[in-house]
């Protein structure tokens, strides 16, 4: 972060401060375990924190001043504002007005994360490139990584997640982005939003902060995507099956390691791999290929960065057990991506039988009881030879597939847990096995469970 002073600091964010003086503020805080010295720390308020308990810490850590909404003893400056969350917000809007670097924000209902990787991945090739650090693509997340910005990067990509209308309206009018890409509409946090309709006007909320001559990419094999009404920004379409895209891939073919394929856009043809499988992650690295595209990096340049391409942990991950292949993607499940995972799993066997360990698909409202009958169908549909699953949907699920699989409520996942590793003595070689549930279920508990069961002696 760039150095700041006090004065713009308060007048930026409307706040009260009764220091009369000026200092330097080298950086921004909201927890006092990672505060340095110099920085301003904002005692931000949630459900089950309060940081203005932590004053004093912060000023034994470094403190140079600090930001709070209620009334607090403290041995330097106190900035008073009504709202310390919107004081961080408009800082934050107010530091990217000092910033000469292009940003890349990106959205979706599933494939951010990856997507936002393989982008960067792409523009390190020629730019120096900063990313949103782990998951911070929320309220407090994107603000904090915008003030991690200085002069030395050339452009930033920002991920924007949300589970409510306006979240990533507030979002992109920070980080007025440059470039804008959304990877797909789906059914995550439909519960919320009440309908995919919904969802994609919470997604196209992030053209709002979109610079007048900016790019706006979109995923055109998404049908509320590609017939989305996005007003006059210029606009690319991604494709595997809409050969109208502006960038096309075709002659998908997979070893079940890497996904090899062949691109075009205009006049130009580039052939090569990327290190993952999957049809959606074709689509995730075309997102990346066009933005390149955008930033002068041609095909080949993009293909030969993707390459080295790795995936985030706990994403899709695979890892091979004596000749077991589990494939672990248990960051986060939805309707939209349990049915891809289902879709790609057979390429990960080799010649063996599939089998899925699955947990419940959170925030999915009124829509969960059939959205997890439709989960038990589309293992049935996707031939997997027998199911786990464990959560408060478990009879739903087992509606949809009950020959093939057994289910669980919440509370017996250690009975669950005990069943899978009898269960795994069926298992050989070239079997592959999904693990994959909602973050709130703790779907790594029960693979390291396995894992240990299957390696021990």
């Not at 964010?13 to 220091?19: D, H, L, N, R």
């Not at 911070?136 to 452009?155: R, T």
């Not at 007025?176 to 890409?181: E, N, Q, S, Y």
């Not at 298992?427 to 299957?454: C, I, P, Q, T, Y």
Request: charged share 25%; net charge negative; hydrophobic share 40%.
């Amino acid at each position: 972060m760039k150095k700041l002073k006090l004065t713009d600091i308060i007048k930026n964010i409307g706040a009260k401060c009764e220091y009369n003086g000026d200092i330097a503020v080298s950086g921004v805080s909201t927890d006092t375990r990672t505060i340095k010295k110099g920085d301003l720390f904002i005692a931000l308020v949630g459900e089950k924190f309060n940081g203005h308990d932590y004053i004093s810490v912060a000023e034994e850590n470094g403190a140079a001043a600090v930001v709070c909404s209620q009334d607090v003893e403290a041995g330097v400056p106190v900035l008073m504002v009504e709202d310390t969350l919107l004081a961080l917000h408009r800082l934050a809007a107010y530091y990217r007005t000092l910033l000469d670097i292009k940003v890349v924000a990106i959205t979706g209902s599933n494939g951010k994360t990856t997507t936002r990787d393989m982008t960067k991945t792409v523009l390190s090739s020629k730019y120096r490139v900063y990313s949103t650090d782990k998951n911070f693509n929320n309220e407090i997340g994107l603000p904090k990584s915008v003030l991690q910005l200085d002069d030395s990067y050339d452009i930033a990509v920002l991920e924007m997640g949300m589970n409510h209308l306006g979240e990533i309206s507030r979002l992109t009018n920070i980080a007025k982005p440059d470039v804008a890409l959304i990877t797909n509409v789906g059914k995550a946090h439909i519960g919320n939003l009440g309908s995919q309709e919904n969802i994609l006007k919470a997604k196209l909320e992030i053209l709002e902060g979109l610079s007048n001559d900016g790019l706006l990419i979109l995923n055109g094999d998404d049908k509320l995507l590609s017939s989305a009404g996005t007003g006059s920004f210029k606009k690319q379409f991604t494709g595997i099956e809409n050969e109208n895209a502006d960038i096309l891939a075709s002659d998908l073919k997979d070893d079940g390691e890497k996904t090899e394929f062949t691109v075009k856009s205009g006049d130009e043809t580039a052939t090569g791999f990327i290190p993952v499988l999957g049809k959606y992650n074709v689509l995730n690295s075309l997102e990346a290929m066009l933005c390149g595209l955008h930033f002068g990096i041609d095909l080949e340049t993009a293909f030969n960065a993707l390459e080295g391409y790795q995936s985030v942990s706990m994403r899709c991950e695979s890892e091979e057990i004596n000749g077991i292949v589990f494939v672990k993607d248990y960051y986060n499940s939805s309707p939209d991506s349990a049915r891809v995972a289902l879709e790609t799993l057979a390429s990960y066997s080799k010649g063996g039988k599939t089998f899925a360990l699955l947990g419940e698909m959170l925030e999915l409202g009124e829509f969960s009881e059939k959205e997890h009958e439709n989960l038990g169908k589309m293992c049935k549909k996707n031939n997997i030879d027998f199911a786990y699953f464990i959560g408060d949907d478990y009879k739903a699920f087992l509606k949809g597939t009950a020959e093939k699989s057994k289910a669980y409520p919440k509370d017996k996942k250690a009975e669950m847990i005990e069943d899978i590793k009898a269960f795994s003595a069926s298992l050989n070689k070239g079997d592959a096995v999904l693990v994959k549930g909602s973050r709130g279920m703790k779907m790594e508990e029960v693979f390291e469970a396995l894992k240990e069961h299957l390696t021990k002696g």
